[in-house]
C-alpha cells in the first residue's frame, strides 16, 4: 500500500507560478513510477506529466503544459514535485498525484492522492 499526500495547491495570477509536491510512504519510493493528473469541472482526468521509477531518466508531459511544467523526484525525500510556470486560467483543476509500478497511462497507477486545488485567475 501506498500513501500519496499533495500539497502546494492554491490560487494564483496567469502569468504566475506554483509548485506542486507529494510525498510517499507505504513502499519504496525509488521503485516506483510517478504521476500528476488534473481534473477541472465538468471534464475527464487528464495526465499532465510523469517520471519513471528509479532516477527518474524518462519524463512525459501533456502537450498542453509543456515548456511550462516540470516534474522532479527526490528519493531521498520520498517526493515528486510539479513545478508549473507561466499558468494560465485554463490549468484551474484539482491535480492529483499517482503511484505505479511502472509508468504510462492512467491505468498504471494504482495509488492515489486525495488532490490539491489549484485556481488560476484571469
Known amino acids: 500500500q501506498v500513501q500519496l499526500v499533495e500539497s502546494g495547491g492554491g490560487l494564483v495570477q496567469a502569468g504566475g507560478s506554483l509548485r506542486l509536491s507529494c510525498v510517499a510512504s507505504g513502499r519504496t519510493f525509488s521503485r516506483l513510477g510517478m504521476a500528476w493528473f488534473r481534473q477541472a469541472p465538468g471534464k475527464q482526468r487528464e495526465q499532465v506529466a510523469s517520471?519513471?521509477?528509479?532516477?527518474?531518466?524518462?519524463?512525459y508531459y501533456a502537450a498542453s503544459v509543456t515548456g511550462r511544467f516540470t516534474i522532479t523526484r527526490d528519493n531521498a525525500q520520498n517526493t515528486v514535485s510539479l513545478e508549473m510556470n507561466s499558468l494560465k486560467p485554463e490549468d484551474t483543476a484539482v491535480y492529483y498525484c499517482a503511484a505505479g509500478s511502472n509508468w504510462g497511462p492512467q491505468s498504471t497507477y494504482d495509488y492515489w492522492g486525495q488532490g490539491t486545488q489549484v485556481t488560476v485567475s484571469s
Open positions: 517520471i519513471s521509477a528509479w532516477r527518474g531518466g524518462t519524463t
